[in-house]
């Protein structure tokens, strides 16, 4: 079974523009929600995460806002630049259990 | 070091041939993890290691794959009889105490290309 289901698997966005980027999880003992930037060649890094007490976590052009019973959570990259072009992974994960890491979005900034 | 190394950067072997992948974590990070990223593709959970629990193997592929980690700090991946489709980029990442508390860092990947 899938634990998180990661979508769009790819996106587009004009410069300028909001990239969303949405992730549904199924196991509400998940804690922990973060984001990995990965660029080509590189392994991925951490962008930004967020813990179930709260709904919104902003950090620069980035956001994360979560959907606590919705079991949702999604990045929003504010005014998108072409050095956003990356692929986006989110996560989950809890206690002493592995992250579980969903399939990526392949996000393209076009000027 | 100041974050995760793997070694080698690059590995070319041929089919059938056995090849090591290593990682270094940083120092003090308890849980470990392999995975394995074809091209353009998404993270494969392979293996995973947290302390002195028994690792999570759930995700190695076949029984040509295996790894240990030494001393609660280095791990070596194991690929036994290479075959085509073992090709991709190969990452390790470490975390301070476990996946779901803190962020793990990605070394920056072993490529493995069977010829």
């Known amino acids: 079974q899938q634990q998180v289901k990661q979508s769009p698997q790819s996106l587009i966005v004009q410069k300028g523009g909001i990239s969303i980027i949405n992730c549904a999880y199924e196991?509400?003992?998940?804690?922990?929600f973060p984001w990995y930037q990965q660029f080509p060649g590189k392994g991925p890094a951490l962008l930004i995460a967020?813990?179930?007490?709260?709904s919104e976590k902003k950090e620069g052009r980035f956001t994360i806002s979560f959907n606590k019973s919705a079991k949702q959570f999604s990045l929003h990259i504010m005014d998108s630049q072409p050095g956003d072009s990356a692929t986006y992974f989110c996560?989950?994960?809890?206690?002493?259990?592995?992250?579980?890491f969903g399939t990526g979005t392949r996000l393209t900034i076009i000027p | 070091g100041a974050g995760v190394s793997q070694s080698p950067s690059n590995k070319v072997t041929e089919k059938g041939k056995d090849v090591e992948l290593r990682c270094d974590p940083i120092?003090?990070?308890?849980?470990l993890y392999w995975y394995r990223q074809s091209l353009g593709q998404g993270l494969e959970f392979l293996i995973y290691?947290?302390?002195?629990?028994?690792?999570?193997k759930s995700g190695l592929p076949s029984d040509r794959f295996s790894a240990e980690r030494t001393g609660g700090s280095v791990s070596t991946l194991t690929i036994q009889r290479t075959q085509q489709e073992d090709s991709a980029v190969y990452l390790c990442?470490?975390?301070?105490?476990?996946?779901?508390?803190?962020?793990?860092?990605f070394g920056q990947g072993t490529r493995l290309t069977v010829v």
């Open positions: 196991n509400t003992a998940f804690d922990y």
């Open positions: 990442a470490s975390s301070l105490v476990a996946g779901g508390l803190t962020e793990a860092f």
């Open positions: 967020i813990r179930p007490d709260v």
């Open positions: 996560a989950v994960g809890f206690g002493n259990e592995k992250l579980t």
């Open positions: 120092s003090g990070h308890t849980a």
């Open positions: 290691f947290q302390g002195n629990s028994a690792p999570d």
